[in-house]
């Protein structure tokens, strides 16, 4: 539901406009969840574990088989969205100048169960922009207009957990218990992030600054921003931490295999931090209308940036992978972005006199620079001002539900750490080497119109990304080529001792599309119009995404072997071969 209501504050100088549209919805889900049965209850328990086993409820449905059994429950899944909007026009100063003021506003929340009864994640994304904007009318030929924005945006993650049953261990700081993974039964703890407020909050403050001018046969564009930016973030990982165990004998013995999160311990309470940096982009343009049938576009932009800093300093990074701690401070990064310019060229020429072909054609390239999806996770997980340990704990050294007890004894006779530093990984952007992604985008388009009513169209496009994030672990022993593909010695040694693993999000990697395009357009009479459009493409990467997830696709963003970037090129998960 919504509506818009507008009209004049004042008559003939002064108005004002409101909108807003607001959705509703409330689910009844039914959650399907497996957990313990009852027989599997009556066997022999670790008494540390007793508490954690009376967190799982009994079945209520079918039996799996393997002391496993359906816990089904129903869940009230409810969502809100609003959208408003409001602008007032201001009385002018002169004829030749307007002046306007807009807000525009949307908030969304919604829940979803995270497993069992009592758990649920409580999302939420609000967004506000307010923008002041002046026109002034130069000459007939010249037109400024001035913008000035503040923007927010404020992703929100709550989590709501049920209160720890008696005889469970909670973790300093933290008001809940640890999240149980056990294969075959749903994860019990909410995903590792509930309890703690998760939020990453954007503000921009923008001044923009446009001119049109038109000089005999050019129409001249030119202008900039000045971008202050800041990232006040909420972010700690798996606070609660996840342990996992591969089957319910083991969970009922005692016998984790593995623990990822923050041990507690570490002296890591507070993980607020508080980017700020500047990013500017300043441009020229001339739309070149050489004769009645040929038209010229050539343009430049420069998009340099500072390099972010933190509010209370809690910068931390590796400046090689050699070193054997986190290095604090400033810069986070060496800035490259001063050799961010971006040519644009194109045009459009009608080559016959009847006007009814048309050939177009463009080139340019773009830039992205460095924001928080390259440094996201680093900021908050780079030691010693953040951790995220994953150990791997041999049979009989699980300390469950003491992480810090854990760690310890993989450092004792008995419980063998192995060859891997019973260290939190290493979360390091390139310090030397962090260049902006760009784009090389082109394309070559002819139109002819075979009737009135008729147009049809063929054309190229064309692009190549380079410096495109990925992320790998730089520190898995080095292989070598054995004559049919990588092999690695079996007396290989991890790059640095001093790091279990090193995550580089790095701007190495790159990508090709092609795509072949044709179209089809008939316009009928009373308005009716009909089009068909067929795309023939190819696109290859080697990386479809800078996270250390599977990413948005099935190439995922992780390489497997990052110091060799063609042994990770193929068909990107982007590839749609052909659409109609």
């Not at 007939?140 to 989590?159: E, K, Q």
């Not at 089957?247 to 980017?275: E, H, K």
């Not at 780079?382 to 009989?396: C, R, S």
Request: proline share 6%; aromatic share 12%; charged share 15%.
């Amino acid at each position: 539901f919504g509506g818009t209501f507008g009209g004049p504050i004042k008559q003939d100088q002064t108005f004002f406009f409101l909108a807003y549209e607001s959705t509703r919805e409330v689910l009844n889900v039914l959650q399907n969840t497996t957990t313990i049965t009852a027989a599997a209850r009556q066997g022999t328990v670790n008494a540390t574990m007793i508490p954690y086993l009376n967190q799982y409820p009994l079945p209520n449905g079918r039996d799996l088989g393997g002391g496993i059994g359906e816990y089904l429950f129903s869940y009230r899944q409810p969502s809100t969205e609003h959208f408003g909007q409001a602008r007032v026009d201001l009385p002018a100063l002169t004829s030749k100048d307007s002046t306007f003021f807009r807000f525009t506003g949307s908030h969304s929340e919604g829940s979803t169960s995270s497993g069992f009864p009592g758990f649920e994640q409580v999302t939420s994304l609000g967004s506000w922009l307010l923008t002041a904007s002046h026109t002034h009318v130069i000459s007939p030929m010249a037109l400024n207009t001035v913008r000035v924005h503040f923007s927010r945006v404020l992703p929100l993650d709550i989590g709501n957990a049920p209160t720890p049953g008696a005889g469970i261990l909670v973790a300093p700081g933290q008001s809940d218990g640890p999240e149980l993974a056990v294969t075959g039964l749903t994860s019990y703890g909410g995903g590792g992030f509930a309890t703690k407020p998760t939020g990453m909050t954007s503000n921009r403050f923008t001044y923009q600054d446009d001119v049109n001018w038109r000089i005999g046969n050019h129409g001249l564009q030119f202008g900039g921003f000045a971008e202050r930016f800041q990232l006040n973030s909420v972010k700690p990982n798996r606070a609660w931490g996840v342990w996992t165990f591969t089957s319910i004998a083991n969970f009922l013995a005692n016998n984790s295999t593995t623990f990822r999160g923050a041990v507690p311990g570490f002296g890591i309470t507070d993980y607020r931090r508080g980017l700020r940096n500047w990013m500017f982009a300043f441009y020229v343009q001339d739309d070149w209308r050489v004769n009645d049938r040929l038209t010229v576009n050539l343009g430049v932009r420069w998009e340099p940036y500072t390099i972010p800093t933190e509010v209370n300093g809690k910068i931390a990074n590796l400046r090689s992978i050699g070193d054997k701690e986190g290095k604090l401070g400033d810069p986070y990064w060496q800035n490259k972005s001063k050799g961010d310019i971006g040519p644009r060229v194109g045009f459009a020429w009608t080559p016959t006199a009847d006007g009814k072909m048309s050939v177009r054609a463009g080139f340019g390239l773009l830039f992205t620079p460095n924001d928080p999806n390259l440094y996201y996770n680093q900021m908050d997980r780079m030691p010693p001002l953040g951790y995220d340990f994953t150990l791997n704990i041999p049979a009989g050294c699980s300390r469950f539900p003491d992480a810090v007890a854990t760690l310890n004894a993989l450092t004792v006779a008995g419980c063998p750490a192995g060859a891997i530093p019973q260290q939190s990984p290493a979360y390091v952007v390139p310090f030397q080497d962090s260049y902006d992604s760009r784009a090389a985008q082109w394309n070559f388009n002819v139109q002819q119109q075979l009737t009135g009513d008729s147009l049809f169209s063929v054309g190229y496009a064309g692009s190549r990304g380079t410096h495109l994030l990925s992320v790998g672990d730089y520190n898995m022993p080095r292989a070598s080529f054995n004559g049919q593909g990588l092999e690695v010695p079996l007396n290989a040694t991890l790059v640095n001792p001093a790091w279990p693993s090193i995550l580089l999000f790095a701007n190495n990697t790159s990508s090709t599309y092609h795509a072949l395009l044709v179209s089809y357009q008939k316009r009928f009479h009373s308005g009716l119009q009909t089009n068909f459009s067929y795309t023939w493409s190819k696109t290859q990467a080697g990386a479809d995404s800078g996270q250390t997830g599977g990413g948005v696709t099935t190439g995922g963003g992780r390489q497997k072997y990052p110091y060799e970037n063609a042994a990770q090129w193929g068909l990107s998960g982007y590839d749609f071969r052909q659409v109609v």
